[in-house]
């Protein structure tokens, strides 16, 4: 079962003198993908320099800025912008 799953993750970063680095992510959860992304980007600075602090715990998931009240709105709003989305792949979608 997915809750019984580890979220325990190893990552991998290779890369020779001036060749861009090849990262892996191995194990890991949904639910740890901002600490594992932040993991990532400490794993490349060397590549990469540093770009700056962490952010992403402080900030909203793209798309998610609207009211829970407002969900119905959002799909009428989805369906407008793509009129060939059925009433329930609409739904999920911005579910």
Not at 31 to 45: G, P
Request: proline content about 6%.
């Amino acid at each position: 079962k997915a809750q019984e799953a580890t979220r325990d993750y190893v990552l991998k970063a290779d890369g020779g003198e001036g060749a861009a680095p090849l990262v892996n992510a191995f194990g890991g959860k949904i639910t740890t993908y901002r600490r594992l992304a932040e993991s990532m980007l400490e794993k490349i600075e060397g590549f990469l320099g540093k770009r700056g602090k962490p952010w992403t715990s402080d900030a909203p998931l793209p798309g998610g800025d609207f009211p829970a009240t407002g969900f119905d709105a959002q799909v009428a709003k989805l369906k407008s912008a793509y009129p060939f989305l059925d009433q329930r792949l609409a739904r999920r979608l911005t579910r």
